[in-house]
DNA sequence: TCAAAATATATGTATATACATTTAATGTTT
DNA sequence: AAACATTAAATGTATATACATATATTTTGA
């Protein structure tokens, strides 16, 4: 729907102010509908950004700083959504021996079973912006790519 | 810079998924932007939204509801948004005589002035993105609006 | 008219973000 | 090697989000 009638506003001053607005809001929407797919399995967005991290390790373990500079929110605090996941089994955590002050991070069973459950819903979640080409998707994207140079 | 080297993954199963989390990426990437700019002024994105639909009502007050439904992020919690602003003094807040269930809500001259402080500030950011044509901003903006139908 | 439904806002609570500071370990310099 | 700087992660704190529930008022309708 045209962002125009989501907030409620006649017009934007520009297209760019236009696309300010409506890259927040297509996020504030795009993360509503994760919620409502990840929540069932008691996982937040940030929290399965994580687990596909680690997942497309191979099983490997990494340092906490590498699941850091691979999310997509910078500014989210790995150290505690890997608290999270801990608790509730997710994840392992161990001291790396080479270098004390680092720990490695590795998915478990249980963490890629999760993943295992959401696969196909968060397909469904990609497929349903079906309307949009894939074409049209490529050049979104280039287009973002450029705007944060 | 190419999303693949923000989050250093080399390859994307479809322009579908990129697309994704190019739109959070960029999300995210804007907040960090909007809250070094608000910062210095004491407030954040969110509140700098409520501000902005205040000062688009010409000094007229509007219920809370009405913040609630033209706000970018429909999850944030406007009443508690407004609390911040007052306790800053930015708006004033008082209860409707017709229907005493809802407050009316106005920008004081406090909070006009951090606005027209902020907004070159806000300028500049929007003129920051002069690497994307204004045909390439529309062009997304189209785009986005069709994503969410 | 009075009880029930609907509406507007506020509050409670768990989690997450933003950012500064701290702690512990390793590297570097003299 | 001792002092200092750097790095990795954890922690503290204020604010914000997500969502459920509560409170107050108005509307509806039996």
């Not at 795009?30 to 991290?53: D, E, M």
């Not at 079906?130 to 049209?136: A, D, I, L």
């Amino acid at each position: 729907m045209e962002l125009e009638k989501e907030i409620k506003q006649k017009s934007f001053k520009s297209p760019y102010h236009k696309l300010v607005l409506n890259i927040l809001f297509s996020a504030s929407w795009l993360n509503t509908l994760q919620n409502k797919t990840f929540k069932p399995y008691g996982i937040s967005p940030q929290q399965y950004n994580i687990l596909r991290i680690l997942r497309g390790q191979q099983g490997k373990a990494v340092a906490l700083s590498v699941l850091q500079e691979r999310m997509i929110d910078k500014m989210s605090n790995a150290s505690r959504l890997v608290d999270k996941l801990l608790l509730k089994e997710m994840v392992d955590r161990k001291q790396c021996p080479e270098d004390r002050r680092q720990v490695e991070i590795s998915i478990t069973e249980k963490g890629l079973d999760v993943l295992k459950q959401l696969d196909d819903k968060v397909n469904n979640l990609e497929n349903s912006m079906s309307n949009v080409t894939e074409k049209e998707a490529a050049e979104v994207n280039r287009i973002l790519d450029k705007m944060r140079d």
